[in-house]
């Protein structure tokens, strides 16, 4: 895969000539391929290549981008000779340091090498023999990011980020009733990282998991929900409520409100920034530096180094995730939170591996203390708010805690909490930690980049 | 074309489009930003065998196009048989009517579009709004297709949408319009009409939780209707849809039609014939609350022995534009609101999800402005907030089911236009409409 960085070399020179006080040039060859097998059926297999780049400019004091795949010098100097400003707000840039670096992620088995094909036929064999799978379907697919970045403050970072990325969902039928769920699983780096064997086997306990709550489940009266005061959250569930109601509100994009009319708004506004959010037991972090993680890079799409940030340090707010441009209006530097989907989309402050930290208790004391409440292991379906103020999570798998013991399945519970009652509930929270992959959507045209969502499970009680 | 037919492939599906989008951004009453985005971009398809395989063409000069094929070929031998994969359409090609066209957004400069901007948000702020957000943005294309049957042929398409989000206190209000031309969007009368809205009320109040009548504005009805075009394409009815089973069978209210539309004249969406070269057509989902037809590329048709309905998507049948049809729609919005004792007006949704989309079961988050309705006269803003731990509210949710909401449309209003949802991925022609008996809950 080969980049021609003479172009970003062009485009900034021409952009200094045609007056602009900032450039950048990000190239990206990508290349990905993948299969489908739906209802047993083979569905075909896809291939894609291709290089493209994106201008950024400053000029008369406002952003312009520009991107395209037609790498000709004369439109790519016309693009930027033609741009001189609009009405409208002014750009302004954090200082930062230059960085002449490489970032490539190491890979035993090349994703070249990789044999999905053949991983999602056996997984499919081995969901056959499930009786109670009504409908199944496996999507897997790996790749390559090749980056080249340059700036007119004189940075060049190249980065080589391969990945492998799966989708499977799963309609499970007993009698009348079905119970559905959607999983991804996702790693940046070499195919020795998808364990076929694991996916498979978390495939059919997650089938006969969900067929066991619709054979031996309760359907509990409202008063009987209303009751419950305590609710033990495995890390499926902290990990989208971390990035859900603490996650998207810290963008500081959404706190100055430049999302408004696309990803929405945030609690949060430059009048309540360290607020207190949740119990002193709460500490939630990004980290994008988390190796072979889904939502891993080590510079971000404006050059900047990345860094962990602590969203949440013992239930106060405390840093927001930032961009060069919001950095500047935070007059701090840059926490390198800026990504993009692909070349042809503008950067955005985005998430990366966001979670609750750990705590010191064990899964059983959770449970001891909850003595009887719910636990809650999985969710169907979730929501929220404009401003990431209230959220629900409809249980997938829950289960009835009983003298501090896991006892039947529950059908109907639904946790809906406003934010701050969420996360001032939290009373324990557990050693150890979990990560769920997802696909985080944002912006306009709406970018999709891949994240992990977990950490520790934790015991809410709610008053 | 010519570079497949040398390696003695059975179909061969090749399409190039060539695109210009400008996005701006408004924020905070100003304009924040504008992305230019132009290119290429080709997708090949062929299949030998059964076997099938789609490749995306990135980059469209002759060195990369030759890479692309020569790795199909080299990946085609080990891939497994599409054991109900029946071709691709075959001659004769109709040919789709003309869809409108519009030159002047071939090349609208930075300066043209944020002119459009600053004007809406002067007319919105005139007229009552106190904050403006939003996005404008125009695109042009030209897409061509040619497929080893013997079709070749290309259409243009031109765009502009629009989508303000006003606020005003502790009021908000988003609206989304799309044209192909344009004039087909007056910024100004937009903004204005948006402004109105947000400055009707500005007391709030709760409500509990519990069934209400609710009527939804175009946009978030559009966005909750196009669930159904989409779950009667072909792939998703054989992985497992709320419309599997039911063809022929009566899934709504008797008045209710929709229709998935790829000709309308003036859908933003729109092309005369779908990606493997079958003129598009107007294909009735639903007609008078029964399921008539499923969407079919000329392979899933083929396979349940019908025709295609012009929907291909070559791995997998995709809808066009929904149009929504309701016999009793000669009311105006504000007759609707008088027809209901207790009820809300739902401006907005976004973060629609399914816990089960079999079923059909769903919830979704009212954003933006939710009026709550008494005795047929509209009396506060239901409110919201971030209160939770003093135990007061902080808003509202829906949870519904799709099949439910069909049977229990029981009007439309006659405001229908083509809008969208920055929360979906589609256009609808969708009036407002009123369903009874949703059920709502409050946190």
Same mark, same amino acid.
């Given at each position: 895969?080969?980049?021609d960085?003479?172009?970003?070399?062009?485009?900034?020179?021409?952009?200094?000539?045609?007056?602009?006080?900032?450039?950048e040039?990000?190239?990206e060859?990508?290349?990905?391929?993948?299969?489908?097998?739906?209802?047993?059926?083979?569905n075909?297999?896809?291939y894609s290549?291709?290089?493209?780049l994106?201008v950024r400019?400053?000029?008369?004091?406002?952003m312009?981008a520009?991107?395209?795949?037609?790498l000709?010098?004369?439109?790519?100097?016309?693009?930027?000779?033609?741009?001189?400003?609009?009405?409208?707000?002014?750009?302004?840039?954090?200082?930062?340091?230059?960085?002449?670096?490489?970032?490539?992620?190491?890979?035993?088995?090349?994703?070249?090498?990789?044999?999905?094909l053949?991983d999602?036929s056996?997984?499919?064999k081995?969901l056959?023999g499930?009786k109670?799978?009504?409908?199944?379907?496996?999507y897997?697919?790996?790749?390559r990011?090749?980056?080249?970045?340059?700036n007119?403050?004189?940075?060049?970072?190249?980065c080589?980020?391969?990945y492998?990325?799966?989708?499977?969902s799963?309609?499970?039928?007993?009698?009348?009733?079905?119970?559905?769920?959607?999983?991804q699983?996702?790693?940046?780096?070499?195919?020795?990282?998808?364990?076929?064997?694991?996916?498979?086997?978390?495939?059919?306990?997650?089938?006969?998991?969900?067929?066991?709550v619709l054979?031996?489940?309760?359907?509990?009266s409202?008063?009987s929900?209303?009751?419950i005061?305590?609710?033990?959250?495995?890390?499926?569930?902290?990990?989208?409520?971390?990035?859900?109601?603490?996650g998207?509100?810290?963008?500081?994009?959404?706190?100055?409100?430049?999302?408004?009319?696309?990803?929405?708004?945030?609690?949060?506004?430059k009048?309540?920034?360290?607020?207190?959010?949740?119990?002193?037991?709460?500490?939630?972090?990004?980290?994008?530096?988390i190796?072979?993680?889904?939502?891993?890079?080590?510079?971000?799409?404006?050059?900047?180094?990345?860094r962990?940030?602590?969203?949440?340090k013992?239930?106060?707010?405390?840093?927001?995730?930032?961009?060069?441009?919001?950095?500047q209006?935070?007059?701090m530097?840059?926490?390198?939170s800026?990504?993009?989907?692909?070349?042809?989309?503008?950067?955005l402050?985005?998430m990366?591996?966001?979670?609750l930290?750990?705590?010191?208790?064990?899964f059983?004391?959770?449970?001891?203390e909850?003595?009887?409440?719910?636990?809650?292991?999985?969710?169907?379906?979730?929501?929220?708010?404009d401003?990431r103020?209230?959220?629900?999570?409809?249980?997938n798998?829950?289960?009835?805690?009983?003298?501090?013991?896991?006892?039947?399945?529950?059908?109907?519970?639904?946790?809906?909490?406003?934010?701050l009652d969420?996360?001032?509930?939290?009373?324990l929270?557990?050693k150890?930690?979990?990560?769920?992959?997802?696909?985080?959507?944002?912006?306009?045209?709406q970018q999709?980049?891949?994240?992990?969502?977990?950490?520790a499970?934790?015991?809410?009680?709610?008053? | 074309?010519?570079?497949?037919?040398?390696?003695?492939?059975d179909?061969?599906?090749?399409?190039?489009s060539?695109?210009?989008?400008?996005?701006?951004?408004?924020?905070?009453?100003?304009v924040?930003?504008?992305?230019?985005?132009?290119?290429?971009?080709?997708?090949?398809?062929v299949?030998?065998?059964?076997?099938?395989?789609?490749t995306?063409?990135?980059?469209?000069?002759?060195?990369?196009?030759?890479?692309?094929?020569?790795?199909?070929?080299?990946?085609?031998?080990?891939l497994?048989?599409?054991?109900?994969?029946?071709?691709?359409?075959?001659?004769?090609f109709?040919?789709?009517?003309?869809?409108s066209?519009?030159?002047?957004l071939?090349?609208?400069?930075?300066?043209?579009?944020?002119?459009?901007?600053?004007e809406?948000?002067?007319?919105?702020?005139?007229?009552?709004?106190?904050?403006v957000?939003?996005?404008?943005?125009?695109?042009?294309?030209?897409?061509?297709?040619?497929?080893?049957? =013997?079709?070749?042929?290309s259409? *243009?398409?031109? &765009? $502009?949408?629009?989508?303000?989000r006003?606020?005003? +206190?502790?009021? @908000?209000?988003?609206?989304?319009y799309?044209?192909?031309?344009?004039?087909?969007?007056?910024?100004?009368?937009?903004?204005k009409?948006?402004?109105?809205?947000?400055?009707?009320?500005?007391?709030t109040?709760?409500?509990?939780?519990?069934?209400?009548?609710?009527?939804?504005l175009?946009?978030?009805?559009?966005s909750?209707?196009?669930n159904?075009?989409?779950?009667?394409?072909?792939?998703?009815?054989?992985t497992g849809?709320?419309?599997?089973g039911?063809? =022929?069978?009566?899934v709504?209210? *008797?008045?209710? &039609? $929709?229709?998935?539309d790829?000709?309308?004249s003036? +859908?933003?969406? @729109?092309?005369?014939?779908?990606?493997?070269g079958?003129?598009?057509?107007?294909?009735?989902?639903?007609?008078?609350?029964v399921?008539?037809n499923?969407?079919?590329?000329?392979?899933?048709?083929?396979?349940?022995?019908?025709?295609?309905t012009?929907?291909?998507?070559l791995?997998?049948?995709?809808?066009?534009?929904l149009v929504?049809?309701?016999?009793k729609?000669?009311?105006s919005?504000?007759?609707l609101?008088?027809?209901?004792?207790?009820?809300?007006?739902?401006?907005?949704?976004?973060?629609?999800?399914? &816990?089960?989309?079999?079923?059909?079961?769903?919830?979704?988050?009212?954003?933006?402005?939710?009026?709550?309705?008494?005795?047929?006269?509209?009396?506060?803003?239901v409110k919201?907030?971030m209160?939770?731990?003093?135990?007061?509210?902080?808003?509202i949710?829906?949870?519904?089911?799709?099949?439910?909401?069909?049977?229990?449309?029981?009007?439309a209003?006659?405001?229908?236009?083509?809008?969208?949802?920055?929360?979906?991925?589609?256009?609808?022609?969708?009036?407002?409409?009123?369903?009874?008996?949703?059920?709502?809950?409050?946190a």
């Open positions: 895969m080969h980049i960085e003479s172009i970003a070399d062009y485009v900034l020179s021409v952009a200094e000539k045609s007056g602009a006080e900032y450039a040039a990000y190239l060859n990508s290349v990905s391929s993948g299969c489908a097998i739906e209802q047993g059926i083979f075909g297999a896809y290549e291709g290089t493209g994106r400019l400053v000029k008369n004091r406002r312009f520009f991107s395209t795949n037609k000709n010098k004369e439109g790519i100097a016309r693009a930027i000779r033609s741009f001189h400003g609009f009405k409208g707000i002014d750009t302004a840039l954090s200082n930062e340091k230059a960085l002449n670096v490489r970032c490539a992620v190491n890979e035993r088995k090349k994703i070249e090498d990789a044999s999905m053949d999602l056996d997984m499919d081995a056959a499930i109670c799978l009504e409908y199944k379907s496996l897997g697919g790996v790749g990011s090749v980056t080249y970045f340059s007119s403050e004189g940075s060049a970072v190249r080589s980020v391969p492998i990325s799966a989708v499977m799963l309609i499970v039928k007993n009698g009348r009733e079905t119970r559905q769920s959607v999983m699983f996702g790693n940046t780096g070499g195919y020795e990282l998808f364990n076929a064997q694991a996916v498979t086997e978390t495939l059919v306990e997650k089938a006969t998991s969900m067929n066991r054979e031996k489940g309760v359907t509990l409202r008063d929900l209303h009751r005061k305590n609710v033990v959250l495995a890390p499926e569930i902290t990990g989208i409520a971390a990035h859900e109601s603490i998207h509100p810290c963008e500081a994009d959404r706190v100055f409100g430049r999302e408004s009319a696309q990803a929405g708004s945030s609690y949060l506004t009048d309540n920034l360290g607020m207190a959010i949740g119990s002193s037991k709460v500490n939630i972090i990004d980290d994008p530096t190796v072979n993680s889904n939502g891993f890079f080590l510079y971000d799409d404006e050059g900047i180094r990345a962990p940030k602590t969203l949440i013992n239930g106060v707010q405390t840093e927001l995730l930032a961009n060069r441009s919001y950095a209006t935070l007059g530097h840059s926490n390198g800026s990504r993009s989907d692909s070349y042809s989309n503008e950067p402050i985005r990366s591996n966001t979670y930290q750990a705590g010191d208790a064990d059983d004391e959770l449970l001891e909850a003595g009887n409440g719910i636990y809650l292991k999985s969710f169907m379906e979730w929501n929220i708010d401003t103020s209230f959220s629900r999570y409809q249980g798998e829950a289960y009835l805690i009983r003298n501090g013991s896991i006892c039947e399945p529950v059908k109907n519970f639904v946790l809906e909490k406003s934010t969420f996360w001032h509930a939290v009373r929270v557990g150890e930690r979990e990560f769920y992959v997802g696909t985080c959507g944002k912006g306009e045209p999709g980049v891949p994240v992990t969502m977990g950490g499970s934790a015991l809410l009680t709610f008053r | 074309m010519r570079a497949c037919k040398r390696a003695q492939l179909d061969i599906v090749a399409s190039v060539t695109y210009r989008v400008v996005y701006l951004k408004i924020t905070n009453s100003s924040d930003s504008i992305v230019e985005k132009q290119g290429q971009s080709g997708e090949l398809f299949s030998k065998d059964k076997k099938v395989f789609f995306e063409l990135k980059t469209l000069n002759r060195d990369g196009v030759a890479t692309s094929i020569r790795k199909t070929l080299q990946m085609m031998p080990k497994q048989l599409k054991e109900d994969y029946y071709g691709i359409a075959d001659k004769p109709k040919h789709g009517g003309a869809h066209y519009d030159r002047k071939e090349q609208i400069s930075c300066d043209a579009l944020s002119d459009l901007a600053n809406a948000i002067n007319s919105a702020i005139s007229n009552g709004a106190t904050n957000a939003g996005t404008i943005v125009v695109g042009v294309s030209n897409h061509e297709l040619a497929t080893s049957n =013997g079709f070749s042929s259409a *243009k398409g031109s &765009s $502009i949408t629009a989508s303000l006003l606020f005003k +206190g502790s009021i @908000s209000f988003q609206d989304a799309a044209s192909r031309v344009l004039k087909g969007i007056n910024l100004d009368t937009m903004a009409r948006s402004a109105e809205t947000v400055s009707m009320t500005n007391r109040g709760r409500i509990d939780r519990g069934a209400y009548d609710v009527i939804y175009p946009s978030p009805a559009g909750l209707m196009l159904v075009t989409h779950a009667a394409c072909m792939g998703d009815v054989e849809s709320m419309l599997t039911k063809l =022929g069978k009566a709504a209210s *008797k008045d209710l &039609s $929709i229709y998935d790829g000709r309308i003036s +859908g933003v969406a @729109s092309a005369p014939f779908d990606e493997e079958t003129k598009t057509q107007r294909t009735s989902v639903i007609e008078c609350g399921l008539k499923y969407l079919h590329n000329f392979s899933t048709a083929t396979k349940y022995k019908t025709k295609s012009g929907n291909a998507g791995v997998r049948p995709r809808p066009w534009t929504f049809n309701h016999r729609s000669s009311q919005i504000d007759a609101i008088r027809s209901i004792d207790r009820g809300i007006l739902i401006t907005n949704t976004w973060y629609t999800r399914f &816990s089960n989309y079999l079923t059909g079961d769903f919830s979704t988050v009212p954003r933006d402005l939710a009026l709550y309705i008494e005795n047929g006269e509209p009396k506060y803003a919201r907030g209160h939770g731990l003093e135990h007061e509210m902080v808003g949710r829906i949870s519904d089911n799709i099949m439910r909401m069909l049977r229990s449309t029981e009007r209003a006659n405001d229908a236009r083509q809008t969208f949802s920055w929360d979906t991925d589609g256009y609808f022609f969708m009036p407002s409409i009123l369903v009874r008996g949703a059920h709502v809950t409050v």
